[in-house]
């Protein structure tokens, strides 16, 4: 059973930086696809980036294209979420996912175990 655990969220200004974490307990972590996920009330859980199980290929949204950066450490069995110049639309809970698949991409169907997330509010 994979577990995962996210942190790091929290309340920053607009235009501020904040980095959230996320922790998977398997050994054999560095052969999971790894996303991180948002969801809002009311809305529909939505892609934010995917990386591969070896860190060579990652995948952005278009609304955190070039702002946002996930990155990997097969080590520590954790992924990173870089984020800044943070806009109120980017408030959110933020999920971490990992895929049993070696082709998961950007949709949910395709993540297999998720955390419990955690929130990020941006503030105007």
């Given at each position: 059973q994979v577990q995962v655990v996210e942190s790091g969220g929290g309340l920053v200004?607009?235009?501020?930086?904040l980095r959230l974490s996320c922790a998977a307990s398997v050994r054999t972590f560095r052969?999971?696809?790894m996303g991180w996920f948002r969801q809002t009330p009311?809305?529909?859980r939505k892609f934010v980036a995917s990386i591969s199980w070896m860190g060579g290929s990652t995948?952005?949204?278009?609304?955190?294209?070039g702002r946002f950066t996930i990155s990997r450490v097969n080590a520590n069995?954790?992924?990173?979420?870089?984020?800044?110049?943070?806009?109120?639309?980017d408030t959110a809970v933020y999920y971490c996912a990992a895929a049993d698949s070696d082709y998961a991409f950007s949709s949910r169907y395709?993540?297999?175990h998720w955390g419990q997330g955690t929130q990020v509010t941006v503030s105007s």
């Open positions: 200004q607009a235009g501020g930086p052969y999971y696809v009311g809305k529909e995948y952005y949204a278009e609304s955190v294209e069995n954790t992924i990173y979420l870089e984020m800044n110049s943070l806009t109120p639309e395709e993540y297999d």
